[in-house]
């Protein structure tokens, strides 16, 4: 009797489990087999998630004639420039909050933490006009330095709360031994931060490869510039032209999948990074 | 004395060294948030059509704001998809994190697919969604005929309620892995004890997760809460790539309201958009305000 | 774990490298297309351009912005023929697709106009013309010059006598057929309904011939140049308005003079005789549609009939055409709308003025016959300003069989353009035209159509008002002497 309830209620558990990873996995799987299909056979539509006829033209088109190499490269630049200054600029200041106690330091906290809630297309107007100011409009630098600012303190402060849980032992007795501020961020802290640094690292990987916003306004004036989430969705907007279908598939499909792979690599490192994070909250 | 002067060198020193440790933040800080913010404000207060001087006149930008009926649908639509998410994707989070924390076989697999989502760029996934609902030829349609269900192909994004409908399933989509490892996290901080201790007073499954999870989950419970809120603040790569705000204006929302003012309107309509942006800020930032009364006084009461 | 970070350190470096590297690659790669264009043009010339740098020192370096999505289209074409034609001035074209006016805004702002810029996509030319960016052309513009080209073509951008902008291309909207689908619905391919009666007839014939497999008609509603391409057209052409409801014989904005059009097209809509899914559909999907085989007849401009023989994959299968739009019955059909918004300035800080002018003047010559000399198949039934240039493009047997030609050059004398459409310049407070229009046809049963028509006008004139105190519009071209829509 009571074995029964428990394999009814364990099915349950499958069922939910399983439709909810459909739901999840579907359109993924969906965009990557349409990515196959042929323009006719995906504008036809109908109720099949395979190809009738395997078409792998569209991934050589996408790559050459809407200059998906160019976007690549581009997307690649981006996030892995954003990365690297995201994790210079961040972990030195995240360390300060951590580590020290000043009088506006509470201010900068709250004043870090409300930004987060400035909706990003209120401040892309005068952002343009920023980068304007400072000659970077048209330069891929102004999406790199950009985005590195909005995605700052979130990070940061995922960043401080970690390092605020590191015992101080260790840097107590470097002080001891002489270390200046700088040498103890340097020798103890960042060596100890490794793992929230890497999912930092991850996060503000992820946001940049997945922007949209931001670098759709900063590459207006430079199409060269243009990361592949802009380009793919460009593909889109070609106003007076048509669209092509299989393209813009095949091009989403380049657009999601390095980052699913790099997920299914590093998930670990996602997973403990949200959980790090929430612990302060 | 001696050491009195070497302790205010070390601490000039260490002050020198903070401060430039904070500088490289502190200066992308004030070049793309606190002077863009303060430049919309000023913004806001003139004419100006994008190229041409700026012209000052006065509040008259807000009291077309506070006319503006197409804005004020946005700011509802911006609070009712809010709402919907959240009394979808709270609940259905949390019982995904329940189940995925249940003694079950592949566990981890379930927990990685659910959480794929998040890592997906929502405007990309906005273009396979927009085809998967597109009334005509779309999967979702398809397969909804072939299985019976339908006799004619739904219009998905053509209606104001049905494009919401979406709107949410896609942002449900994106998000739920996120809010489910969230309340993972927490649900594992609850010490085992509890529960075993639960077990023995003969508590079933169903009061053990009323009586010990739920109250436990307390904290983290608000903020969980909020980041859905804000993030339903923020709503605009899958509202902009699956209808554009239309049909109309029906379902447009506060951010896409403003970027449309912005970047797709004729006449002299950046200081209007200015103003927008600047009423954007305050509804925003009082929610977050509330999240800040919310946690705070939660971590006060942990504190005492 | 260490082995993971590691890893990561790696992937960064190798980003930092690829950072340095790409950018330089792009520019050795985008000199090396476009020397590889000038050699193919060039043909003479190529010595010259192999040598790249050292060539063009002499030349008059000049820099063109286009609204083109692809880096391949006649405006480039034609410039490289300029450049290879002669060797004092160098034309580089730049094309910026979509968000081409944002680009040119910023531009404006800091002063960075390019020489020559197309005007094309622009909400409102003038506004460019009159902050003083655009360089006045009455100087370069010669008598005999003005004999060549359609009259209009120069009182379209006319301040104060001053021309500062040529239109270049003469745009206006025909209703494009499929006429397999006609034949399958037992209609006759030739005879495409003259009135909206018999176009509604058609379309529930195809429609019902088509039981879920093609429809009769597709309407764009998520576009917003929709209800300029169908609802205004239709009034224009039955002297009921001007473009966006725009009344000249009354000087303001009128959109109840729209609303038996609106009905016409609610009707189609209610009755399921549009390609379902009208509501979010784009104009590419409808184009998608159309030529495959879906949709029996929608509304597009002259343009197409290019885009399909010429640049669309299927345009050469399908067995469509090409008709002027219906009217109501009992009408009489007023002149035809010709759409003038594109053309290009001279910049007023370019220090080669004269020379952008040739540069521009060779173009208009040019552009309508340069796809068919870069491929032969690529033939073009021509759209120019200048006659000559028609005549000589439409006397070729190769555009004579062209598909849609006939279409497309009936009643083409019939054609006007209005000097100044209001709405462009207005800044309007609250929903637009195209904001509202589709909910009046999605939900016609239930809003009061009158009272949004109603309150569409209020809006558009209260801001009309505004423009004309601003000095923006002038009250005398809004209501001209003698205006007549069958006569304008």
Known sequence: ?281 | MNKAVKGRRNKRALHLQMFLMLLPMLILFFLFCAYPLFYSIYLSFTKYNGFTDPVFNGVDNYLRLFRDESWWNAVKNTFQLTLMAYVIQIPLSLLLAVLVNSKIKGQNFFRTIIFLPNVTSTAIIGIIFFFMFSSYNGIVNGILMQLGLIGRPIEWLGHTFSAKVVIILLNTWSQIGYLMIMFLAAIQKIPKELYESATLDGASKWQQFRSVTLPLLGEMFQVISMMCILNGFQLFDSVKVLTGGGPGNQTSVMALYIYNYFFNSTGAQQGYASAVSVCATFITAAVGAVYFLITSKKFGQKGE | MKKRIALLMALTMAFSVTACSGGAQTETKTETETGKAEAEKAGTEKAETENGEAGSEEKIELTMWARASSAENNQTITMDEFNASQDKIHVTVECYGDNYEEVLKLASQSKELPDIFEISGLGNPTSYMEAGLAAPLNDYITDDMREEFNPSAFTKYNIDGQIYAIPHQTRYIRAYYNRDLFEKAGLDPDAFPETLEGMYDAAKAITEAGNGEFYGFGLPIKSGSTWERNVDDIAILSGLTGPFGFDYTQGKFDFAKQKPIIEYFAKLYEEGLMMPGAESLDIEVIRANFIAGKIGIYFDGSWMVNGYNNEIEGGDVTNWDVAPVPIFEGTERAKDYLMLESGHCIAATSEHPAEAFEAINYLYHNIYSAPARKDASMVAPSLSLIDSVNAEINSTEAVKALKGSVGLTTGTENLSSFVVTPHSVLTLEGDDRNTVYPLLVINSGEVNMDEELSKLSERYNSALEKAVAEGLLKQEDLKPEGFDYYTR
């Not at chain 1, 569209?58 to 200059?67: F, R, V």
């Open chain 1, 1 to 281: 009797m009571k074995k029964n309830r428990i394999t009814f209620g364990r099915i349950c558990i499958y069922v939910v489990l399983i439709l909810m990873t459909i739901y999840c996995a579907f359109p993924l799987i969906y965009a990557f087999f349409g990515s196959f299909k042929s323009s006719v056979e995906f504008l036809n539509g109908g109720a099949n998630i395979l190809p009738a006829e395997w078409d792998f033209s569209s991934y050589g088109k996408a790559w050459k004639e809407a200059n998906f190499a160019q976007y690549t490269i581009n997307s690649l630049i981006i996030s892995g420039m954003t990365v690297v200054l995201t994790l210079i600029v961040g972990s030195m200041a995240a360390y300060v909050l951590a580590r020290t106690s000043f009088r506006a330091k509470p201010a900068l906290l709250a004043v870090l933490g409300l930004v987060m809630f400035i909706p990003n297309v209120v401040l892309i107007f005068p952002i343009f006009h920023m980068c304007q100011t400072l000659h970077l409009m048209g330069n891929i630098w102004s999406i790199i330095i950009t985005q590195t600012a909005s995605g700052l303190p979130f990070l940061v402060i995922l960043m401080q709360s970690y390092m605020v849980s590191i015992s101080k032992e260790m840097d107590e007795a470097a002080e001891i031994d002489g270390c200046s501020f700088f040498k103890k961020f340097y020798l103890i802290i960042l060596p100890l931060s490794k793992p929230i640094l890497a999912t930092a690292a991850l996060f503000a990987f992820k946001n940049a490869w997945n922007s949209y916003l931001l670098p759709l306004a900063l590459s207006l004036s430079k199409p060269e510039i243009r990361p592949l989430t802009v380009g793919v969705i460009a593909l889109k907007d070609m106003g007076e032209g048509i669209s092509a279908w299989n393209i813009m598939i095949a091009g989403s499909v380049l657009a999601i999948f390095p980052m699913v792979v790099v997920y299914l690599f590093m998930n670990r490192f996602f997973i403990e990074g949200i959980t790090a994070g929430s612990v302060k909250g």
